[in-house]
């Protein structure tokens, strides 16, 4: 893998399109990710970007952006008066097109600088996203941030297989990214595991009852519509919707993430559907699953326990 440092003009990205009504901004304390020639890099929709790629293939390269606070501490001020004025609210999602994990996270130490400077001045909201289970190194920074923001960590966490056939395995086990939620969560922290892509699940209620133990949410985003194209297109060119329907047929299908929804809500106290989950806006136990698929839209979801009516 080629590693690199650069020096970056700005590190607060106005969003557009799947992330626009998720937060005001995202933050890339890396470009490329090391975890990309793992199973999470296959469908990861950002192989697509060649601004971002720039020819290269994914997971083969990593470039620290070694002054991102400094950039945050310089241009914080004017985003959130920008995202005030015309999105209500100066949130960031960090991120969406690394992982502020990436195991050079160790010795770098970007995302840690990074949400050092959110210290000093925060946005009104933070969502930190990531497939590692060394996301739990910095839970004081965490604690504090979550005294002066709205902080939610999102641990990715697609299925309960360990491998799918004829694709790579994980980069971590999803027991060792569940113990890392439980971690966060045990620490005070607002936790949601996020359940994207989508992939097929062995045992689906032992899943979520697992998840339910460890999270006070859960996101669940399927590849139709959740990689950025309304049909999936982009991940139909990877290798991943054929190792999914080798596995599970109807998994490669928006009826298949309605059915896992509806099993979520009897075991996970808050459940959100793609771009909403990723937003915080969860789904009520009368409200329909949110389908752009004719065949399934209007369908309500099966109502949860009664914790989770509250």
Known sequence: MRWSEVRVKSILTRTAGYLRSVCSH????????SLGSSLCGVGCYVRHNRWLTRGAPWGSFLEARVNAA??????????????????????????SSTDPFVPQEQRAGVTRSLLEAMLADPPDGLVLQTHSPTVTRYVETYRELARRCRLRIHVSVETDRQRLPGLPPPASSAAARLDAAASLSAAGLDVAIAVAPLLPILEPEAFFARIGAVAGS?????????????????????????????????????????????????????????????AGRWLSWSEPCRSPDSRTAGKRCQAPAEEGRK
């Open 70 to 95: 400094e950039r945050y501490a310089a241009t914080a001020a004017a985003e959130r008066r920008w995202a005030r004025r015309t999105r209500g609210s100066f949130d960031v999602f960090m991120s």
């Open 218 to 278: 859960v996101i669940i985003d399927h590849f139709i519509g959740g990689d950025g194209s309304p049909t999936g297109a982009r991940t139909s060119s990877t290798a991943l919707p054929a190792a999914m329907a080798r596995v599970a047929p109807d998994s490669v299908s928006l009826a298949y993430r309605d059915r896992m929804v509806a099993v979520a809500q009897t075991r996970v106290r808050r459940v959100g559907v793609g771009a909403d989950g990723f």
């Open 26 to 33: 995202s933050a890339q304390p890396y470009r490329g990710c």
